[in-house]
């Protein structure tokens, strides 16, 4: 009963945000306000954590900014402040959380690009 | 308008509001709730309001507390809560549902805090505890001194020290109500309420605002 109410309230899954996977290089498209314009921003990085939770469910996205600056940054998958969500390309990895690209630089930051065959789930 | 509802905690989650911003909110399946007496001054020296909550079935009520119930109309109820008022203006056999709550106003939300069983100073009270170096041993996390030497010679009433923790009745103040769901007898206010999931909680107007 008390997981249906809590269902009841969820927001609904956005439909621009595929399935997410860590070490996905991929694209997050940020609705932002700036005073009553609405423009869209791109987020481009490497998704480092993927939370579940349902409604609660977050990804983390890490990308290196000017001067080789890492940042990274957590989105909530529901929010309606997301426009889309696009895949550039997967990474063979080992862990679910990828915590350890925080310590690397350079070549040593890179990850094996995974190929997935498409028609194997379709 | 009487104000009161008693309800169950469901549990914490999200809503994103208007502007996309996520508010963190507690769910509370609330009512509905019957008016099983009302009292009075005449009678009882004061005024409040009793409600019932969660019907359930007569076997589980003692005979007393069915024929309480049977003489407002109201079906077998499993919790009965008082809610003081200055003015009820609510008939008994009343319905009391979260319409009569609204988006934006404010509550406040009395429930059971989680027990925490016999906790130390550290944790009940926020004690700094001992020294964690230079010498010192089996002193992390002592409660220090109960009080002064010959003069009192004893420990102050109500000096506080490791005992049990938690399973207490709290109060939230001024909780905003973000959702009203009279279909699904849902209620969601900001932030958190006392107590654990499916935990009773009473829902009355902020007192204060």
Same mark, same amino acid.
């Given at each position: 009963?008390?997981?249906?109410?809590? !269902?009841?309230?969820?927001?609904?899954?956005?439909?621009?945000?595929? =399935?997410?996977?860590?070490?996905?290089?991929?694209?997050?498209?940020?609705?932002? &306000? =700036?005073?009553?314009?609405?423009?869209?921003?791109?987020?481009?990085?490497?998704?480092?954590?993927?939370?579940?939770?349902?409604?609660?469910?977050?990804?983390?996205?890490?990308?290196?900014?000017?001067?080789?600056?890492?940042? =990274?940054?957590?989105?909530?998958?529901?929010?309606?402040?997301?426009? !889309?969500?696009?895949?550039?390309?997967?990474? !063979?990895?080992?862990?679910?959380?990828?915590?350890?690209?925080? =310590?690397?630089?350079? &070549?040593?930051?890179?990850? !094996?690009? &995974?190929?997935?065959?498409?028609?194997?789930?379709? | 308008?009487?104000?009161?509802?008693?309800?169950?905690?469901?549990?914490?989650?999200?809503?994103?509001?208007?502007?996309?911003?996520?508010?963190?909110?507690?769910?509370?399946?609330?009512?509905?709730?019957?008016?099983?007496?009302?009292?009075?001054?005449?009678?009882?020296?004061?005024?409040?309001?009793?409600?019932?909550?969660?019907?359930?079935?007569?076997?589980?009520?003692?005979?007393?507390?069915?024929?309480?119930?049977?003489?407002?109309? *109201?079906?077998?109820?499993?919790?009965?809560?008082?809610?003081?008022?200055?003015?009820?203006?609510?008939?008994?056999?009343?319905?009391?549902?979260?319409?009569?709550?609204?988006?934006?106003?404010? *509550?406040?939300?009395?429930?059971?805090?989680?027990?925490?069983?016999?906790?130390?100073?550290?944790?009940?009270?926020?004690?700094?505890?001992?020294?964690?170096?230079?010498?010192?041993?089996?002193?992390?996390?002592?409660?220090?001194?109960? #009080?002064?030497?010959?003069?009192? #010679?004893?420990?102050?009433?109500?000096?506080?020290?490791?005992?049990?923790?938690?399973?207490?009745?709290?109060?939230?103040?001024?909780?905003?109500?973000?959702? *009203?769901?009279?279909?699904?007898?849902?209620?969601?206010?900001?932030? #958190?309420?006392?107590?654990?999931? #499916?935990?009773? *909680?009473?829902?009355?107007?902020?007192?204060?605002?």
């Amino acid at each position: 009963m008390s997981a249906e109410l809590l !269902k009841a309230v969820a927001a609904p899954k956005n439909p621009n945000i595929p =399935e997410i996977q860590p070490g996905d290089i991929v694209s997050v498209y940020l609705r932002i &306000k =700036e005073g009553n314009r609405e423009r869209v921003q791109e987020f481009r990085g490497t998704v480092i954590r993927v939370r579940g939770g349902g409604n609660d469910a977050t990804f983390t996205v890490r990308r290196i900014a000017s001067h080789g600056i890492g940042v =990274e940054r957590t989105f909530l998958t529901r929010s309606p402040r997301i426009e !889309k969500v696009t895949v550039h390309r997967h990474s !063979k990895v080992r862990r679910a959380r990828l915590y350890f690209l925080r =310590e690397r630089q350079g &070549k040593k930051a890179r990850l !094996k690009e &995974k190929f997935i065959r498409r028609d194997a789930n379709q | 308008m009487f104000k009161g509802l008693i309800g169950k905690k469901i549990g914490m989650t999200q809503i994103f509001d208007e502007n996309g911003a996520a508010i963190p909110v507690t769910l509370i399946e609330a009512g509905p709730c019957y008016v099983t007496q009302v009292r009075r001054p005449e009678k009882d020296g004061y005024t409040a309001v009793q409600l019932g909550f969660q019907e359930v079935s007569p076997k589980r009520l003692t005979g007393g507390q069915l024929g309480h119930l049977k003489k407002v109309g *109201v079906p077998p109820l499993r919790y009965l809560r008082e809610f003081r008022v200055k003015d009820p203006d609510v008939q008994e056999g009343d319905t009391v549902t979260v319409e009569r709550f609204a988006v934006g106003e404010r *509550v406040d939300v009395t429930g059971t805090s989680k027990g925490r069983g016999f906790q130390g100073g550290v944790k009940r009270h926020g004690f700094g505890g001992g020294p964690k170096t230079h010498g010192q041993s089996d002193r992390w996390r002592a409660p220090g001194s109960r #009080g002064a030497g010959s003069t009192p #010679g004893r420990t102050m009433k109500g000096s506080r020290g490791p005992g049990h923790m938690g399973h207490a009745r709290v109060t939230v103040m001024g909780l905003e109500v973000v959702l *009203v769901d009279p279909e699904r007898n849902l209620l969601a206010v900001k932030g #958190g309420v006392p107590g654990p999931k #499916g935990g009773l *909680v009473l829902i009355r107007e902020a007192r204060k605002n």
